[in-house]
């Protein structure tokens, strides 16, 4: 990943992962479901990997509609 | 062959079942939510598809809350195991599978039962008389699976509302025919097999929760089975939200492509037309049963259905399921599994002869079957 274009917000499962980057491309927003490095004390992470620019509404559109963001890298 | 034992597995399966199949076993068998490779990705996918699909057919919000199992009974052993606490008093109905008793008794809980060969209006009253102030969950099938009885699991699903129970359904012979609505129906737990009338493979079932477990309601359910899942792996305890608390090991991706295929056939098709043409297969076997000697139709008022039960006179249902095995008919004889509903409906010591209908059968088959059975019991074999 490029961490100078795209940015990460990571979630607790799969099934998260998979239905945040449906919404948000539902939403206009292009968006993959990835595994991600292991999270801080707890392995094995997932998340939706989008470009940098859509963070803030992404992030904003997932919490609206009760996604359990974990963190955004 | 002539196949008539659609309640125990659908046969055949329609051509866009065994592709998805292939296809995922060929092109798309990762292990779902493990790795970020594109095989992995791809079957993670599938699952979210198909809990999509399973999701909006069966009226619940939450693709989140469809929780894959093996069949209906691991299905309904999560929900009833997953909710039950020491203590509680459990209702079910006088027609259920082993896949309810079993787990019930298993729990050590009180249960009782409520008769559904009773109308409606005096069924929910068996049922406001049986309750009791630890009485916490209703578990009952929809649809009989040995014969057209049902539960009317709108008006018990209401019951169960007012009375602050958790509704669970087994779908296991309903799903794929007849209409479901967890929310208007206020199903709690609605469990089904993937390889019956949704017409998916062996290896498969769900169970899907309501919209409301979500938050602490989810993570109060006992877990069935723990393990790995790829979600949080350096933590000992399992995940705390659905699916994945539920979902110990691998799943079983392609019989989950199998069954996403199955459901947009039966979605292709409609399930107004599968009915229907259940429905007339239905009455043209009980009207000509019912004329027919030496023959004893269980339930022969019931006008609509997809699964007739009858014996032959002085035969036991078994010598007679395998003359019919040898003139190419395939059914089932005993119990199935199904005490109780035998119990109810008298078929003595060796149970009965059962005929279950799918999509497949066609009226030809049907004329076909009521020939041999004729020369069957007119044959000195008997």
Redesign the interface.
Known sequence: MDKNKYALITL?????A??AA?LLSRKGISAR????D??R????G?GVELEKRYLLSARDILTRNNF?ITETV | MIYFDNAATTHPKPKAVYQAVSRCLENGCGN?????HAL??AA??T??EC??RLAEMFGCKS??NVVFTLNTTYALNMAIKGIQRRGDHILISNIEHNSVLRPIVATGCDYSLFDSQKGCEELMLDIKRKLTPRSKILVCNHQSNISPLQNPIGAIGRLCRENRLFFIVDAAQSAGILPINMENMSIDALCLAGHKSLYGIQGVGAVIFSDGFRGELARNLHTFAEGGN??????EAM?C?L??RLEAGTLPTPAIAGLLAGIKEVNRVGLPQISSHLQSLYRHLRQELLNMEKITLYCPDMKTGHTLLFNVKDVSPFAAADLLDGNGVALRAGFHCAPNAHKILNTGEQGALRISLGAFNTLEETDRFLDILAKIIKSPML
């Open positions: 607790p499962t799969p099934t998260f998979m239905a449906e479901a990835v595994k991600v292991a999270l004390g707890k392995g094995c997932n359990p | 779902p939510g493990r790795s970020g992995s990705l993670s996918k699952l979210y809990r999509c693709e989140s790829g979600v949080n792996s350096l933590e995940p939200f699916p994945e």
